[in-house]
Nanobody, 114 residues
Framework: VQLQASGGGLVQAGGSLRLSCAAS????????MGWYRQAPGKQRELVAA???????NYADSVKGRFTISRDNVKNTVYLQMNSLKPEDTGIYYC?????????WGQGTQVTVSS
């Protein structure tokens, strides 16, 4: 499975972006689909995840501002990001966790200016 992340860009603080992660194969059997980010000089961290049954988890720093969703027909996972802050800046990666293998996308840059 190949994952293609897109939708990043430069936005002012308070703005919104929607990231997409398109998979080359079916995501309906993926146990977890997630979005991670890595800021300069920092470790990669989990931003949001959606479990196969539909439940979601969010980092405390993005709760109430970000929403993760999945479309099993389009094999795409989305991350709607609202009220963006400069500290949301980083490279955003999507991943897909299957029973045996985990796949990662190539990342998309998000830059939030103050």
């Amino acid at each position: 499975v190949q994952l293609q992340a897109s939708g990043g860009g430069l936005v002012q603080a308070g703005g919104s972006l929607r990231l997409s992660c398109a998979a080359s194969g079916s995501i309906s059997s993926a146990n977890v689909m997630g979005w991670y980010r890595q800021a300069p000089g920092k470790q990669r961290e989990l931003v949001a995840a959606i479990i196969r049954g539909g439940s979601t988890n969010y980092a405390d720093s993005v709760k109430g501002r970000f929403t993760i969703s999945r479309d099993n027909v389009k094999n795409t996972v989305y991350l709607q990001m609202n009220s963006l802050k400069p500290e949301d800046t980083g490279i955003y990666y999507c991943n897909a966790v299957y029973a045996v293998t985990t796949y990662w996308g190539q990342g998309t840059q998000v830059t939030v200016s103050s």
